[in-house]
């Protein structure tokens, strides 16, 4: 099994910066992409970020484009998701996610590993 840690969240000021880590352990696995999502209260979970197994290629919502990114360090097993230019509606919980498809996700169907997420709040 592989087990995702998320650390990193915390309270911020609107306009302020956040970096989250994700740490991966146990059963690791070559070629994973691995992925960002969040969920704000009473919302489905949505997609932020992905990034390929080589960090070569990334892939990011609209929403969070030019203002959040992606990153891997496979050395550490972790991942990172530099957040620049916070608003309110960036609350919500964070989760990590890890894939075995070796894609670009953007789907929840299509991440096989959850972190336990961490949440972020954005004050106005």
């Known amino acids: 099994q592989v087990q995702l840690v998320e650390s990193g969240g915390g309270l911020v000021q609107a306009g302020g910066s956040l970096r989250l880590s994700c740490a991966a352990s146990?059963?690791?696995?070559?070629?994973?992409?691995m992925a960002w999502f969040r969920q704000p209260s009473g919302k489905e979970r949505e997609f932020l970020a992905s990034?390929?197994?080589?960090?070569?290629?990334?892939r990011y919502a609209d929403s969070v484009k030019g203002r959040f990114t992606i990153s891997r360090d496979n050395a550490r097993n972790t991942w990172y998701l530099q957040m620049n230019s916070l608003k309110p509606e960036d609350t919500a919980i964070y989760y990590c996610?890890?894939?075995?498809?070796?894609?670009?996700?953007?789907?929840?169907?299509?991440?096989?590993?959850w972190g336990q997420g961490t949440q972020v709040t954005v004050s106005s």
């Open positions: 996610g890890a894939s075995r498809l070796g894609i670009l996700v953007r789907a929840t169907t299509e991440i096989n590993y």
């Open positions: 990034i390929s197994w080589s960090g070569g290629s990334t």
């Open positions: 146990g059963r690791t696995f070559s070629s994973a992409s």
